[in-house]
């Protein structure tokens, strides 16, 4: 299989797309073909050498596509079924395997390449909203970078369980996505 690799620290520039051995799923782990994955600053910083990953390696952790295989124990999928998932260490390359207890199923009507790129972020929203503090009507939500990627989903799970938003941005134009997102009211901080 294809899979892009760091072998040495830096920008972009120093992804390799070279051949790697396929990963097998384990027990509890299914084999994904990877359709798309997403780019998060963790695999930027992972690049860079700023967490110290150990080289080589393959970055990315976000990704969606179809189930290729299942390892032992794994009944709740199947070769075949549109999944995504933010836990498939080394999804940048055409397979990848993750805990099939960390892995979704995807409705008709959401793309592969949406859903590779919400995965994180998305499941991070929806734990500051529903199990940090499970937002209500009549709550309040203050909401530092209202429009970044964890931001603009947050700002619409708030608004849907009934919260005021107050969101915090650096400029106008971030003012103008938070509010389209369904922020009620909007801090420049800069």
Excluded: W
């Excluded at 070769?79 to 260490?89: K, L, Q, S, V, Y």
């Excluded at 959401?110 to 972020?121: C, G, K, P």
């Excluded at 529903?130 to 309040?140: A, E, I, Q, V, W």
């Amino acid at each position: 299989m294809k899979a892009l690799r760091v072998r040495e620290y830096g920008d972009a520039e120093r992804l390799a797309l070279e051949e790697a051995a396929a990963p097998s799923p384990g027990a509890g782990q299914v084999r994904i073909k990877v359709e798309a994955v997403g780019l998060n600053f963790v695999d930027i910083y992972n690049r860079k050498g700023l967490y110290g990953q150990p080289l080589p390696f393959t970055p990315g952790s976000e990704c969606a596509g179809v189930v290729e295989s299942v390892g032992e124990g794994v009944s709740d999928f199947a070769p075949g079924d549109r999944i995504a998932t933010e836990r498939a260490i080394g999804s940048y390359a055409e397979l990848a395997v993750a805990p099939a207890n960390g892995v979704y199923r995807l409705p008709p009507e959401v793309a592969t390449r949406q859903a590779a790129a919400v995965m994180l972020q998305g499941l991070t929203a929806h734990y500051l909203a529903y199990s940090t503090f499970p937002l209500k009507r009549g709550d309040t939500a203050l909401i530092h970078a209202a429009a970044g990627g964890v931001g603009l989903l947050l700002v619409q799970i708030a608004k849907r369980a009934g919260a005021r938003v107050i969101g915090t941005v650096s400029t106008e134009e971030k003012a103008a996505l938070a509010r389209s997102a369904g922020a009620d009211e909007i801090i420049l901080y800069e």
